[in-house]
Structures are given as structure tokens and as C-alpha cells.
């Protein structure tokens, strides 16, 4: 992953509520699942296992943002394990299919929560991150970032 693509992921998850970041979660995952790919085909196998540990550890994460006592987690936590199955055989057979199965499974759902996250009117989950505001400056198509509070309380709350 590009350091623009972890800086634009980072300024999401910091202002995201909870369904936009199981969002990022997913478009995270699939971003790794293409890295996986490339370093596949490239022979790079030590890329190849970092990228399928990135992807691991993406939906571990969204196993551990699951609440069992409402639908549809439960057969949501199916379809990650299954996922997970799969990618331990993409890993061991060096097997491009497991990783387009995952991708299959994961890019519908991300649509799904894309089309359901405006409904989610809580704030953002980070309640003592910077408000960053991004424009377009004087400079030949740059992108500058400004944030409005310069971080004097930032990380404790006193």
C-alpha cells in the first residue's frame, strides 16, 4: 500500500463513525487481497505472506467488531471464516483463486455497508482526533491538509 493510500485510510478511520469504518475495513482488505495477487504473480513470496497477513488481520478485525445477539452476524461470521479458511489455502498453494473467492465474498458486502453508512448518524468513533479539512491551493493541483484544532489536547482528555 502506497504511503498517500495509509495517509487518506488514516484520515478516514479519524473521522469515521462505526459503519463507515467496517467500510475501510473492507476496502483495506480488498487493496491487500490485490497486493496479495501481484506479489504472487511476481514470485515475491515474502510479500506475498506479508500482504495475506495484512488481509488476516483485516477481517480479523472485522470478526472482532461483530455483535452475535443481532442478524446478520451470524452468517456473517461464516462467510469470514470461510474467508479465512480460503486464505490459508491461497497461502499454502501459492492459489490465486482463493484470493478472487475472497474478493468475491468481501466486494458485495462493502457495498452493502457503503450504501447503509449515511443511515449511522452517531459521530465519529475517535472523539479526540483533529477535524482535518482538505482543499485544493495556490500550488499547480496540490492537495494541502489544514486541521482547525493544532492538537493541544490531543490523545488525553483532562
Known amino acids: 500500500m ?4 495509509k495517509q ?3 484520515l478516514r478511520i479519524s473521522q469515521a463513525n462505526a459503519t463507515q469504518l467496517v467500510v475501510i475495513l473492507y476496502e483495506m482488505c480488498l ?3 490485490d497486493e496479495a495477487d501481484c506479489s504472487l504473480q511476481k514470485n515475491d513470496n515474502a510479500r506475498f505472506r506479508e500482504d495475506i497477513r495484512k ?3 483485516c477481517i480479523a478485525e472485522l470478526l472482532q467488531s461483530l455483535n452475535l445477539d443481532y442478524e446478520p452476524a451470524p452468517a456473517l461470521l461464516q462467510l469470514y ?3 479465512l ?3 490459508v489455502h491461497a497461502q499454502l498453494h ?3 483463486k482463493g484470493l478472487e473467492d475472497i474478493k468475491r465474498i468481501m466486494m458485495p458486502l462493502k457495498e452493502a455497508y457503503a ?3 449515511d443511515q449511522n448518524t452517531s459521530g465519529p468513533v475517535m472523539d479526540n482526533a483533529q477535524t482535518v479539512y482538505a482543499g485544493l491551493t495556490y500550488g499547480r493541483n496540490s492537495l494541502t491538509e489544514n486541521t482547525s484544532d493544532p492538537g493541544n489536547n490531543r490523545g488525553m482528555l483532562v
Not at 2 to 5: Q, V
Open 2 to 5: 502506497t504511503k498517500e493510500c
Open 8 to 10: 487518506q485510510f488514516t
Open 31 to 33: 487493496v491487500y487481497l
Open 55 to 57: 488481509v488476516r488481520g
Open 81 to 83: 471464516l470461510f474467508c
Open 85 to 87: 479458511k480460503r486464505l
Open 94 to 96: 501459492k492459489d490465486p
Open 115 to 117: 450504501n447503509i453508512q
